[in-house]
């Protein structure tokens, strides 16, 4: 069945520890964090010292989401602060293998995660590395966007790189994710679903999650 890794970027900021618990009792499977500069996504979000609150508040798997600038700069930070699963934008830094390195060095499972613009090709000299590897289906920045459903084609070119060189990496997929679209990124190859706006702007929670879970199911 297809994991679900709900987005608290979509959660009441003031009953975090609520919103957490809902998700996790209701079947969620990660829980994504997003992380956001203000200057590689036009947004400002969370810290390691939010990821750091958080980490005793659920046992869920911390999927930790950088979109910010030279995240080397912070991997040791939020490697200490409890993230299981740091993702780094190929996008962000000139060094994204150093990156890659280094969260696997800290100890994380290392992710990689390119936006719509960017093709496969851009990482598959890391992918040996990786342990997740995000496809945005979304730009960026915020939640509550539309599904771009053309970027299920690398999807589909990831799950052939990862059977003919025997790579173990999971492929999750963030941005635009509902009960419809979770269908296409089930077909496609997809392994985890992030789902932000979907999930929490809902007052069943528990049914939303269990719709995305559905997709596997129903196709
Ligand atoms: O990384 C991001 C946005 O940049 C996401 O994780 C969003 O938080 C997903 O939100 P929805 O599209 O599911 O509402
Ligand atoms: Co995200």
Do not use: W
Request: one cysteine or more; a negative charge; proline letters at 4%.
């Amino acid at each position: 069945m297809v994991k679900v890794a709900p987005s608290i970027l979509s959660a009441d900021f003031a009953n975090l520890e609520r919103d957490i618990k809902l998700v996790e009792k209701h079947g969620a499977d990660y829980i994504h964090v997003d992380v956001m500069d203000g200057q590689f996504v036009p947004n400002v979000t969370f810290g390691p010292s939010m990821v750091a609150a958080i980490r005793p508040v659920t046992d869920l798997t911390l999927d930790v989401h950088l979109m910010m600038i030279d995240p080397e700069r912070f991997i040791g930070d939020f490697a200490d602060a409890g993230s299981d699963i740091i993702t780094v934008h190929a996008e962000s830094t000139p060094h994204i293998h150093r990156a890659m390195q280094m969260i696997k060095q800290a100890g994380v499972k290392a992710g990689i995660v390119i936006n719509p613009g960017t093709p496969v090709s851009a990482i598959e000299s890391v992918l040996e590395l990786a342990d997740l590897v995000l496809i945005m289906t979304v730009n960026p920045g915020f939640g509550g966007q539309k599904f771009i459903t053309s970027c299920l084609d690398k999807v589909e070119q990831l799950v052939e790189l990862r059977n003919k060189n025997d790579y173990a990496f999971e492929i999750e997929i963030d941005g635009g994710v509902d009960d419809q679209t979770a269908k296409l990124c089930v077909a496609a190859g997809a392994d985890v679903l992030v789902a932000g706006s979907y999930v929490y702007n809902s007052d069943n929670v528990a049914e939303r999650i269990a719709k995305v879970k559905a997709a596997a199911i129903n196709d």
